[in-house]
């Protein structure tokens, strides 16, 4: 158990456009979920974290209104990059928790390469 | 502030040839120390946690081991298919409570 998928996982997009970015949890209802995103040869840069009906927390140096964070339900979490910048090209990467748990459980990544 | 580091960045082994990784931490109250595999282009897959010091857990060709500062990956007899990079992360009880820290990370390669 503790699968989470990512859709899509590549997109290739035009600078500024917007680009939606889906994160569910197909076995387990996720009480947190959390979005990342990791450079080349970095670690991973945690973005915001998110509860289920309520607003997301977001990390210091991120922007609340280029990164939304809808979790509109136990199993699903969305991340919209909007009017995207080359700049924001990178690998985007949730995650979830059980309830009762700490492990954090990953989806498979997506790559948004912004032109 | 939560510190992770990760040594080395990079280590390279012959099938067969055991080793450990290193995970060096320093934190406000240690809650627990993740370690994740990271295959290329892949989001990070779960391993282990460990809470305490003293504290060991083994998967396969995988153990892992936590002191008060640090925490190892012990990979005995490689196989190729051990190639990744391998995660380090602690959440601690300072800050956000689900919060993890990462390190870089180890790139591990095991060559037949």
């Known amino acids: 158990g503790a699968v989470v998928s990512q859709h899509p996982s590549r997109v290739i997009c035009k600078s500024g456009t917007s680009v939606k970015i889906e994160c569910r949890s197909l076995d387990f209802q996720a009480t947190t979920m959390f979005w990342y995103r990791q450079f080349p040869k970095q670690s991973l840069m945690l973005m915001a974290t998110s509860n289920e009906g309520s607003k997301a927390t977001y990390e210091q140096g991120v922007e609340k209104d280029k990164f939304l964070i809808n979790h509109a339900s136990l199993t699903l979490s969305t991340l919209t990059v909007t009017s995207a910048h080359p700049e924001d090209s990178s690998f985007y990467i949730c995650?979830?928790?059980?309830?009762?748990?700490?492990?954090?459980?990953f989806g498979p990544g997506t790559r948004l390469t912004v032109l | 502030e939560d510190q992770v580091t990760q040594s080395p960045e990079a280590l390279r082994l012959q099938e067969g040839e055991s080793s450990s990784l290193n995970c060096s931490y320093t934190?406000?109250?240690?809650?627990?120390l993740f370690w994740y595999r990271q295959d290329p282009g892949k989001g990070p897959e779960f391993l282990f946690t460990l809470y305490s010091a003293g504290e060991e857990k083994e998967k396969e060709r995988l153990k892992a081991t936590l002191t008060k500062k640090e925490s190892f990956l012990h990979i005995t007899a490689p196989k190729p298919e051990d190639s990744a990079t391998y995660l380090c992360a602690v959440r601690s009880s300072g800050g956000s409570n689900y919060k993890l820290t990462f390190g870089k990370g180890t790139l591990l390669t095991v060559n037949p």
């Open positions: 934190v406000s109250g240690l809650r627990g």
């Open positions: 995650s979830a928790t059980r309830a009762g748990g700490y492990e954090q459980f």
